[in-house]
């Protein structure tokens, strides 16, 4: 029931909001909206505090029979990698509406009603258990998100809107005609579940695999199919960047875990040198890329990139150190890109610019917001103390175990990281006040300080004391890591 | 005749009804003055309300058994009664989001309720056709009405060559069938599609007479693509769409798909189940070659009756992969579900054809057509709700869930993947890929783009609600669509 709570508050929320009407009600559909996303995150809390640790399996299932023709139910449970997400999605909704709380002034009732919506149904992804019950899911939030993306991003925002929206159709239709294929090996069964115990040639293992690989890779995403992003992060509302980068980038890495790893367990071995040699040109090419941006969103966009591509190296090591580490890596950018995300928009939003160049001595006007904007970007450069370092290390550390190369290719995020991040906090924030806009800027206002407050506890406490986060996966990925080890040709 | 035979005819009662009200109707009308041509709307929807509970009352008193009456000539079935009940649903529609347009360009007249109800009635009789004889009646009489209906407008040299062009090829089609049904016929001996099936079935067996069966079934095969509008018959369907009235375009995009598609079903599952195979490899080839073509045109058009319509030929090619994944190697197990896999996604497709030509209808005024893609910029800050019945309409062309349009292409593509046809399937969501970025052009228009002059649209209550209940139809469908998917596979168990 609580995840059906999670799943569907929020939606009906947002259709509320939708239903208020026109600009005239805003600040009605303002504070309903917050309602709506601070009573989705209330009902999610239990799904912690409630959390069986000690259990690798699904908890607080639901299962009901939905198409009965196509034997397709409604099912939903968590396990201890999914419920971080929804977790982390519903506390990331209630920032977003903060942080457009006074930007937005355009069609606000559709603006919050999007984002409600697509909130509920990124639960949805996290929570399903049945393959097309995710597929509707995993499909629906494009629908809002190419809104949000069109009518509130910046000047080419058509552009990035149309290809954010082809390019991952593209790949999550491969993913059904995969999905409908195993449908049909698992004898009429679209049970997630049922599909981890499903033999299949190594040849088939294959071609289903690069089925799902497209859906995912693009949603990750991973090079070569990453172009989207950049795009689509610089356009977007600050909203939309902060739940493209928090949540929906996690979707993909969130499909290797549930259906890639254990459904074809003996294809992903044969491929791993693959994925780990796109993760290692996304950590290391991508982080030069990264270095000479110019514009601020970009380069938190290709950051993204760069450090998604931790969480599927940690993923195809295949180790505990390492998809833990993966995991944790994906938790902590949904933190710290979302804090970053939200810092150039407290920025942009007094500026209207996200160039880099026309900033400079920001911290003699904003000292407030310079401190934590210094925070998240030590997050962002993986020091130790904060989330950043976590995962990178845990990943670094599997991926020794695999082999020196691997590690010593990926330690290189830790200097490039570095590089791009404080040298871009360092030509923003500090140096002389760089022009008039600049010395009439005024510091944070009590909305983006309580924003961004949150986020830097969280960051800080899963960079301090992880262990909260860590304890509650362990007995899945160990279920998950067995069934990897278990051939299924 | 004994009572109870007499009785049994009594399931052909919304036929006769239609009949008889329509000629009534008819003469009626010839008495009636302009200012009263509306009365002539309200007794069309009467009627087609009236047939709707006949029908189901047949369905009550039929139990979902099959009889065949009037000597062979007429089935009454789950599949027909439920085709007929979408028809009526459509021809309701029709007249409903129609009428407003029709008044505005001096287009009102009795004629088109007339000839509206005739085809109807057209449909009604293919759709229960069980002979070669009752199918061509039905279908002549329905295409005679729609191409009058396509040169409603006479003073439009467009109409005019489009009811030409209609014409012409309709005419040639129905040749092209008639030829197969009378190969058929020569072969089996008889016109009856149970007893074709009989017979062809121990004919198949011959390689002589196989031959001259597969001789007929490539002629029935190109007439119904040519009904049905597949590639490479569809050059009617653009002309057609484009230089019809836009109320009369949305009529013949939506009810006489069903009847074409119950066409194809008599003929080749009911009447040449043992010629699957071959009839099965002709089919691919359209389904193919209509998604190839029919998504990439429509990224050329920028007139919007165009775009739909080659939306149009590639939804048909669609629809063929259900049909053509029933029987494989000789099996059957999944023939049920692949076959009411293609009567769910013509169902549905007929409800988002209705409702994007009712968008059109509904952005159009008295000396101004919707047509081109420029005329729905900013409708979503003229009217949001409309624009956003618009974007449920395209999401679920494109079949995005959570619309009924996802269900639809998801039921299609899971039985061609279970007859083995991978690489059809992955060709059909590539096509549905680029045929995305044509319906998200709508979208964008709608949503992204500021309106060139902001007209707010009046229209009747009727036509609202009927509107809102169509877009959200599709999203009800879309949540909920296993009440229709289940209607599906019980008319096709029954068949």
């Given at each position: 029931?609580?995840?059906?709570l999670?799943?569907?508050?929020?939606?009906?929320a947002?259709?509320?909001?939708?239903?208020?009407?026109?600009?005239e009600?805003?600040?009605?559909?303002?504070?309903?909206?917050?309602?709506?996303?601070?009573?989705?995150?209330?009902v999610?809390?239990?799904?912690?505090?409630g959390?069986?640790?000690?259990?690798?399996?699904?908890?607080?299932?639901?299962?009901?029979?939905?198409?009965?023709?196509?034997?397709?139910?409604?099912?939903?449970?968590?396990?201890?990698?999914?419920v971080?997400?929804v977790?982390?999605?519903s506390?990331?909704t209630?920032l977003?509406?903060?942080?457009?709380?006074?930007?937005?002034?355009?069609?606000?009732?559709?603006?919050?009603?999007?984002?409600?919506?697509m909130?509920?149904?990124?639960?949805?992804v996290?929570?399903?258990?049945?393959?097309v019950?995710?597929?509707?899911?995993?499909?629906?939030?494009?629908?809002?998100?190419?809104i949000?993306?069109g009518?509130?991003?910046?000047?080419?925002?058509?552009y990035a809107?149309?290809?954010?929206?082809?390019?991952?159709?593209l790949?999550?239709?491969?993913?059904?005609?995969?999905?409908?294929?195993?449908?049909?090996?698992?004898?009429?069964?679209f049970?997630?579940?049922d599909?981890?115990h499903?033999?299949?040639?190594?040849?088939?293992?294959?071609?289903?695999?690069?089925g799902?690989?497209?859906?995912?890779?693009?949603?990750?995403?991973?090079?070569?199919?990453?172009t989207?992003?950049?795009?689509a992060?610089?356009?977007?509302?600050?909203?939309?960047?902060v739940?493209l980068?928090?949540?929906?980038?996690?979707?993909?890495?969130?499909?290797?875990?549930?259906?890639?790893?254990?459904?074809?367990?003996?294809?992903?071995?044969?491929?791993?040198?693959?994925?780990?040699?796109?993760?290692?040109?996304?950590?290391a090419?991508?982080?030069?890329?990264?270095?000479v941006?110019t514009?601020?969103?970009?380069?938190?966009?290709y950051?993204?990139?760069?450090?998604?591509?931790?969480?599927?190296l940690?993923?195809?090591?295949?180790?505990?150190?390492?998809?833990e580490?993966?995991?944790?890596?994906?938790?902590?950018?949904?933190?710290?890109?979302?804090a970053?995300?939200?810092?150039?928009g407290?920025?942009?939003?007094?500026?209207h610019?996200?160039?880099i160049?026309d900033?400079?001595?920001?911290?003699?006007?904003?000292?407030?917001?310079?401190?934590f904007?210094?925070?998240?970007a030590?997050?962002?450069?993986g020091?130790?103390?904060?989330s950043g370092?976590?995962?990178e290390?845990?990943?670094?550390?599997?991926?020794?175990?695999t082999?020196?190369w691997?590690?010593?290719?990926?330690?290189t995020t830790?200097?490039?990281?570095?590089?791009?991040?404080?040298?871009?906090?360092?030509?923003?924030?500090f140096g002389?006040?760089?022009?008039?806009?600049?010395?009439?800027?005024?510091?944070?206002?009590?909305?983006?300080?309580?924003?961004?407050?949150?986020?830097?506890?969280?960051?800080?406490?899963?960079g301090i004391?992880?262990l909260p986060?860590?304890?509650?996966?362990?007995a899945?990925?160990?279920?998950?890591?067995?069934?990897?080890?278990?051939?299924?040709? | 005749?004994?009572?109870?035979?007499?009785?049994?005819?009594l399931r052909?009662?919304?036929?006769?009804?239609?009949l008889?009200?329509?000629?009534?109707?008819?003469i009626?009308?010839?008495?009636s003055?302009d200012?009263q041509?509306?009365?002539?709307?309200?007794?069309?929807?009467?009627?087609?309300?009236?047939a709707?509970?006949?029908?189901?009352y047949?369905?009550?008193?039929?139990?979902?058994?099959?009889?065949?009456?009037?000597?062979?000539?007429?089935?009454?079935?789950?599949?027909?009664?439920?085709?007929?009940?979408?028809?009526?649903?459509?021809?309701?529609?029709?007249?409903?989001?129609?009428?407003?347009?029709?008044?505005?360009?001096g287009l009102?007249?009795g004629?088109?309720?007339?000839?509206?109800?005739?085809?109807?009635?057209?449909?009604?009789v293919?759709?229960?056709a069980?002979?070669?004889?009752t199918?061509?009646?039905?279908?002549?009489l329905?295409s005679?009405?729609?191409?009058?209906?396509v040169?409603?407008n006479?003073?439009s040299?467009?109409?005019?060559?489009a009811?030409?062009?209609?014409?012409?090829?309709?005419?040639?089609?129905?040749?092209?069938?008639?030829?197969?049904m009378?190969?058929?016929?020569?072969a089996?001996?008889?016109?009856?599609?149970?007893e074709v099936?009989?017979?062809a079935?121990r004919?198949?067996?011959?390689?002589t007479?196989?031959?001259f069966?597969?001789?007929?079934?490539?002629?029935l095969?190109?007439?119904?693509a040519?009904?049905?509008?597949v590639?490479?018959?569809?050059?009617?369907?653009?002309?057609v769409?484009?230089?019809?009235?836009?109320?009369v375009?949305?009529?013949?995009?939506?009810?006489?798909?069903?009847?074409?598609?119950?066409?194809?079903?008599r003929l080749?599952?009911?009447?040449?189940?043992d010629?699957?195979?071959?009839?099965?490899q002709?089919?691919?080839?359209?389904?193919?070659?209509?998604?190839?073509?029919?998504?990439i045109?429509?990224?050329a058009?920028?007139?919007?009756?165009r775009m739909?319509?080659?939306?149009t030929?590639?939804h048909?090619g669609?629809?063929?992969?259900?049909?053509?994944?029933?029987?494989?190697?000789?099996n059957?197990?999944?023939?049920?579900?692949?076959y009411?896999?293609?009567?769910?996604?013509?169902i549905?497709?007929?409800?988002?054809?209705?409702g994007?030509?009712g968008?059109l209808l509904?952005?159009?005024r008295?000396?101004?057509e919707?047509?081109?893609?420029?005329?729905?910029k900013?409708?979503?800050?003229?009217?949001?709700?409309?624009?956003?019945?618009?974007?449920?309409?395209?999401?679920?062309?494109?079949?995005?869930?959570?619309?009924?349009?996802?269900?639809?292409?998801?039921?299609?593509l899971?039985a061609?993947?279970?007859?083995?046809?991978?690489?059809?399937a992955?060709?059909?969501?590539?096509?549905?890929?680029?045929?995305?970025?044509?319906y998200?052009?709508?979208?964008?228009?709608?949503?992204?783009d500021?309106?060139?002059?902001?007209v707010?649209?009046?229209?009747?209550t009727?036509?609202?609600i009927?509107?809102?209940?169509?877009?959200l139809?599709?999203?009800?469908?879309?949540?909920a669509?296993?009440p229709?998917?289940?209607?599906?596979?019980?008319?096709?168990?029954?068949?």
């Amino acid at each position: 029931m609580l995840l059906s709570l999670a799943i569907w508050i929020p939606i009906l929320a947002g259709l509320a909001v939708f239903a208020l009407g026109g600009d005239e009600r805003a600040p009605a559909q303002r504070w309903f909206a917050l309602a709506g996303a601070v009573l989705g995150f209330l009902v999610t809390i239990p799904l912690y505090t409630g959390f069986d640790a000690s259990s690798a399996g699904f908890q607080f299932e639901e299962k009901k029979l939905w198409i009965e023709t196509f034997n397709i139910h409604y099912h939903l449970g968590v396990d201890g990698i999914s419920v971080l997400f929804v977790l982390l999605n519903s506390f990331i909704t209630i920032l977003i509406v903060l942080a457009g709380w006074s930007v937005i002034d355009n069609k606000v009732g559709q603006y919050y009603g999007a984002f409600l919506i697509m909130s509920g149904l990124l639960n949805g992804v996290f929570a399903a258990l049945d393959a097309v019950l995710f597929y509707v899911f995993f499909e629906g939030t494009l629908i809002p998100m190419f809104i949000i993306i069109g009518v509130w991003g910046g000047p080419n925002r058509v552009y990035a809107a149309v290809k954010f929206f082809l390019y991952t159709l593209l790949g999550s239709l491969l993913m059904l005609v995969a999905m409908l294929y195993l449908y049909n090996k698992a004898g009429g069964s679209f049970s997630i579940t049922d599909w981890h115990h499903v033999p299949l040639p190594l040849g088939v293992q294959i071609v289903l695999f690069f089925g799902f690989l497209f859906a995912f890779a693009v949603k990750v995403p991973m090079w070569p199919v990453h172009t989207w992003l950049p795009d689509a992060h610089t356009e977007a509302p600050t909203g939309g960047s902060v739940v493209l980068a928090a949540i929906l980038l996690k979707l993909g890495a969130y499909g290797f875990v549930r259906f890639t790893l254990p459904i074809l367990p003996d294809a992903s071995k044969e491929l791993a040198w693959l994925m780990i040699a796109l993760s290692l040109v996304a950590i290391a090419y991508i982080g030069l890329v990264t270095l000479v941006q110019t514009d601020m969103k970009r380069l938190i966009a290709y950051s993204s990139v760069s450090h998604m591509g931790f969480v599927t190296l940690g993923f195809f090591i295949f180790n505990a150190y390492g998809v833990e580490g993966g995991l944790i890596q994906m938790i902590s950018h949904g933190f710290v890109s979302a804090a970053m995300f939200l810092c150039v928009g407290v920025l942009y939003d007094r500026m209207h610019t996200r160039m880099i160049g026309d900033y400079g001595g920001v911290v003699n006007t904003m000292p407030k917001f310079a401190s934590f904007a210094m925070l998240f970007a030590m997050a962002n450069a993986g020091l130790p103390a904060t989330s950043g370092f976590v995962g990178e290390f845990l990943v670094i550390m599997g991926a020794m175990q695999t082999s020196f190369w691997i590690a010593f290719v990926a330690a290189t995020t830790l200097v490039f990281g570095a590089a791009y991040t404080l040298w871009m906090y360092k030509r923003v924030i500090f140096g002389a006040v760089a022009n008039d806009h600049v010395a009439k800027l005024k510091d944070l206002n009590a909305r983006e300080f309580a924003v961004l407050a949150a986020l830097a506890a969280a960051v800080l406490l899963m960079g301090i004391y992880p262990l909260p986060f860590t304890e509650v996966m362990h007995a899945s990925v160990n279920e998950l890591l067995r069934h990897i080890g278990s051939p299924k040709i | 005749m004994s009572s109870m035979e007499f009785l049994s005819h009594l399931r052909a009662l919304p036929e006769m009804w239609v009949l008889v009200a329509t000629c009534v109707l008819m003469i009626l009308d010839l008495y009636s003055r302009d200012e009263q041509r509306r009365v002539a709307f309200y007794g069309a929807q009467a009627i087609v309300g009236v047939a709707f509970f006949l029908t189901l009352y047949v369905v009550y008193e039929s139990e979902g058994t099959r009889q065949i009456i009037f000597n062979g000539m007429y089935v009454s079935d789950v599949l027909g009664h439920l085709l007929k009940l979408v028809c009526y649903v459509a021809t309701s529609a029709a007249l409903v989001y129609s009428r407003q347009y029709l008044a505005d360009r001096g287009l009102l007249r009795g004629e088109f309720v007339t000839l509206l109800l005739f085809s109807l009635l057209g449909m009604m009789v293919m759709i229960s056709a069980a002979s070669f004889l009752t199918l061509f009646v039905g279908l002549e009489l329905m295409s005679l009405c729609l191409y009058a209906l396509v040169a409603l407008n006479r003073d439009s040299a467009l109409s005019t060559e489009a009811a030409m062009k209609y014409f012409v090829l309709g005419a040639l089609s129905s040749g092209l069938l008639l030829y197969g049904m009378s190969m058929i016929y020569g072969a089996t001996g008889t016109l009856n599609l149970y007893e074709v099936a009989g017979h062809a079935g121990r004919l198949a067996a011959s390689a002589t007479d196989r031959t001259f069966l597969v001789f007929g079934l490539v002629f029935l095969v190109a007439g119904l693509a040519f009904k049905i509008g597949v590639v490479p018959f569809h050059m009617w369907i653009p002309d057609v769409y484009h230089g019809a009235p836009t109320a009369v375009t949305l009529i013949v995009g939506a009810a006489p798909k069903i009847a074409a598609f119950a066409m194809a079903m008599r003929l080749l599952v009911n009447g040449l189940p043992d010629l699957a195979r071959d009839w099965q490899q002709m089919l691919a080839l359209l389904a193919f070659l209509s998604m190839a073509l029919g998504n990439i045109t429509a990224i050329a058009q920028t007139n919007i009756k165009r775009m739909l319509a080659y939306s149009t030929i590639a939804h048909m090619g669609f629809m063929l992969l259900g049909m053509l994944s029933g029987v494989v190697d000789g099996n059957n197990n999944n023939a049920a579900a692949a076959y009411s896999s293609a009567v769910f996604y013509i169902i549905v497709y007929v409800l988002m054809s209705l409702g994007a030509f009712g968008m059109l209808l509904y952005c159009s005024r008295a000396g101004f057509e919707c047509e081109n893609l420029d005329d729905l910029k900013g409708l979503n800050r003229t009217n949001p709700w409309y624009a956003f019945l618009m974007l449920i309409l395209m999401f679920s062309l494109t079949g995005i869930p959570p619309t009924a349009g996802f269900y639809a292409k998801l039921a299609v593509l899971s039985a061609a993947v279970n007859a083995g046809q991978i690489w059809l399937a992955v060709s059909a969501v590539i096509f549905s890929l680029i045929g995305a970025f044509y319906y998200l052009r709508i979208v964008k228009l709608m949503y992204f783009d500021e309106a060139k002059e902001r007209v707010r649209a009046t229209r009747s209550t009727g036509f609202a609600i009927a509107l809102s209940a169509n877009g959200l139809a599709l999203l009800v469908l879309g949540i909920a669509p296993w009440p229709l998917m289940n209607m599906c596979f019980e008319a096709i168990k029954a068949l």
